[in-house]
């Protein structure tokens, strides 16, 4: 993967920067934005890593995590260059108030916005963490434990740890490049899957109770008061979407959370050739072939009956 010139130059150039993930950040953005972070202040800059939303709990263990930030803070006078991960809309990052000097956008994410100075979007990229290790390298920047902590994390969420498809040889020896740099791949596992609150326990069993399968297509919720219930947040249920994809006549997994009333964050996971971004795009959503992400209004019924219906079309 090559690191487009322009890009590597104008980070160089620059010393004051925000670095910035989308609302509700998955590993792959904090880790990504971390990783930058580190990188860059190794080499004497000064970074602010915005996130809108607090880390949440089950990714405090990525190094330099108390570093995120919600408040963009004095820095903004010193016009900052903006770094957009995992993200190409300023909305996406709940930015589109702000303005700044210029802006760079690195993301693996197809559907999109027209934002940017420049652009480095590569949707064949498994993960925002992999381009981002491409940068730091083009930078000259070595790689030290945290630094590789983080952009392993990062790899791992987005491939399901090294078995979803977007599973190269290339981001195989990337991620062997990192564990000799000191991430630890069994700790990092470990830290990604076997640290859940038993609440959070609880509200995977309660979810996965809400099953119904019609046409090869899985429908799962969540509602507030089963966060209530069990004393959790939206947040908790990262992850949650996948587990239908075990079942093998599950084509097209459909996750809902209720984030206030009537509104549902729905989450899209399908296998091989369906692909549910095209679903999210009609909603306003998007993400990738195998897992997207969109909101829908209306009452739990109405809006499964809608996914279910939509879902049916492409399968
Ligand atoms: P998740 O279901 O885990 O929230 O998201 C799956 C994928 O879809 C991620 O790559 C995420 O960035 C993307 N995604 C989720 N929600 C949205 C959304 O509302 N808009 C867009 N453009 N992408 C989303
Ligand atoms: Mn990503």
């Not at 830290?191 to 959070?200: G, I, M, P, S």
């Not at 979407?241 to 989450?267: D, H, Q, T, Y």
């Not at 897992?291 to 009956?305: I, Q, R």
Request: hydrophobic share 45%; glycine share 6%; net charge positive.
């Amino acid at each position: 993967m090559k690191v487009p010139k322009a890009i590597t130059q104008a980070v160089k150039m620059e010393k004051h920067f925000v670095i910035a993930v989308h609302v509700s950040p998955d590993g792959d953005a904090l880790g990504s934005a971390l990783a930058l972070s580190m990188a860059l202040e190794s080499i004497g800059k000064k970074t602010i890593v915005y996130s809108r939303d607090i880390i949440p709990v089950f990714y405090r263990f990525l190094p330099g995590h108390e570093r995120i930030t919600a408040r963009l803070g004095t820095m903004t006078g010193d016009d900052p260059l903006l770094l957009l991960l995992d993200c190409n809309d300023p909305a996406r990052a709940a930015l589109e108030k702000n303005t700044f000097g210029k802006s760079i956008v690195i993301d693996h994410h197809n559907t999109g916005s027209h934002f940017g100075d420049m652009k480095w979007i590569n949707p064949k990229a498994a993960a925002t963490g992999l381009m981002i290790y491409y940068l730091i390298r083009s930078l000259g920047i070595a790689f030290d434990e945290d630094i590789a902590t983080n952009l392993y994390a990062a790899i791992s969420v987005d491939t399901g740890t090294f078995r979803y498809s977007n599973t190269s040889p290339e981001l195989l020896l990337a991620s062997a490049e990192l564990i000799q740099a000191g991430a630890n791949p069994g700790q990092i596992a470990k830290d990604l899957y076997e640290t859940w609150a038993k609440n959070r326990f609880a509200l995977l069993v309660m979810s996965l109770n809400t099953l119904e399968i019609k046409n090869n297509i899985a429908i799962t919720y969540v509602t507030r008061n089963m966060l209530n219930k069990t004393q959790t947040k939206l947040e908790d249920t990262e992850h949650f979407s996948n587990f239908p994809r075990m079942i093998a006549e599950v084509k097209i997994s459909l996750f809902l959370k209720e984030k206030s009333r009537g509104m549902w964050k729905v989450s899209l996971r399908s296998k091989g050739d369906v692909d549910v971004s095209r679903i999210a795009e009609q909603f306003g959503g998007g993400g990738h072939k195998n897992a997207a992400g969109c909101w829908m209004k209306g009452t739990l019924s109405s809006v499964k009956k809608e996914a279910i219906n939509v879902a049916s079309l492409i399968i």
